[in-house]
């Protein structure tokens, strides 16, 4: 048996966080919140041959 009542919880969210798609679900008294984040691009890797 659980008790019902508010609950409240805060917490950071990253920078990338996609604001819009955020998602909460409840299934068996357990609340699932879903955060997609847009990917971080990964900055571009140029090999440079030294010759000498």
Known sequence: ???SGKFLRRFRLPEN???DQIKANMENGVLT??????EVKKPE??????TG
């Open 1 to 3: 048996e659980r008790s």
């Open 17 to 19: 966080a996609k604001m």
């Open 33 to 38: 919140i879903t955060v997609p984040k847009e």
């Open 45 to 50: 890797i140029k090999t440079i041959d030294i």
